[in-house]
């Protein structure tokens, strides 16, 4: 089920998109126009949802991000060997994590503001988990029992104050700084999805997740040996390499095979 979030009567709605998935575009661009979404008549993350009978286009409704985190973002850092050799950085030996809060979470559509205070600003195409129930202590054999379900996300880096810092609230967790969308997919196989970025059109990542340093539920049981992870929590899982600079006026898609394309245009703060 993909589970989408959007303007509906002047009003945040959910539903769930319908139709066959489109193929995205060697320049990073889709047809959306046989997409539909049915509309449902509550948030179906913490109650249970059904139709209101009542469908929409896809390509006529305003997204929003399909979930805002309860109550944060976990972030997991050179998990992809490729990338942490790009920036001249050691592959962890266990989980690099770090958070962001959940006002760093936009939409698809919504603009990446970039603070005056960087003069460096990078994309990093992930993909995201959602976390469905509480999880405290969870063993790898048992990490997938508490996913939901899985969404593209865009992991902005203000490069030069991560470097300046040595540590990264700033750098990676300021307002706009976490594109989720378009939609949360339930029924996802993780396992080797190609990840992909465009800047302007320009294919920038071309990666893939069996090249995960640590896989999804070694992440799980790392992050909930200390951190309990609550419903709607979201996971980055890192980001392959291919990294770069954006600037005010750009346009970064997202695409995860299977999670569907997600674009953000980029301006000043």
């Not at 569907?260 to 000043?268: A, C, I, Q, S, Y």
Request: hydrophobic share 40%.
């Amino acid at each position: 089920m993909r589970i989408i979030r959007f303007v509906h009567k002047d009003a945040p709605a959910y539903g769930v998109v319908e139709g066959e998935l489109p193929e995205i575009a060697e320049d990073g661009s889709v047809d959306t126009s046989g997409l539909e979404i049915a509309v449902l008549d509550t948030d179906p993350f913490f109650s249970p949802a059904q139709s209101t009978g009542e469908r929409l286009r896809y390509d006529e409704v305003r997204l929003l991000a399909p979930i805002i985190p309860r109550s944060k973002v976990v972030g997991v850092g050179r998990n992809f060997a490729d990338h942490a050799a790009e920036l001249g950085n050691e592959v962890p030996v266990s989980p690099l994590t770090f958070f962001k809060p959940n006002t760093a979470v936009v939409g698809p559509g919504e603009p990446v503001r970039l603070p005056a205070i960087s003069e460096n600003v990078s994309y990093e195409a992930e993909l995201a988990v959602v976390i469905g129930r509480v999880a405290k202590g969870v063993p790898a054999e048992k990490a997938y029992e508490h996913v939901l379900g899985y969404v593209a996300a865009n992991d902005v880096t203000l490069r030069d104050i991560q470097q300046q810092d040595k540590q990264w609230s700033r750098a990676k967790g300021f307002d706009t700084s976490c594109p989720l969308g378009p939609w949360i997919e339930t029924e996802f196989d993780p396992e080797a999805v190609r990840i992909r970025s465009w800047v302007d059109g320009e294919l920038r990542q071309d990666g893939s997740t069996e090249d995960f340093v640590l896989d999804i539920p070694a992440l799980i049981e790392h992050i909930t040996e200390t951190i309990t992870l609550l419903p709607g929590d979201v996971i980055l899982t890192g980001t392959p390499a291919g990294v770069g600079r954006i600037e005010s006026g750009s346009s970064v898609s997202i695409a995860i095979d299977g999670l569907g394309l997600l674009v953000n245009p980029v301006m000043d703060a």
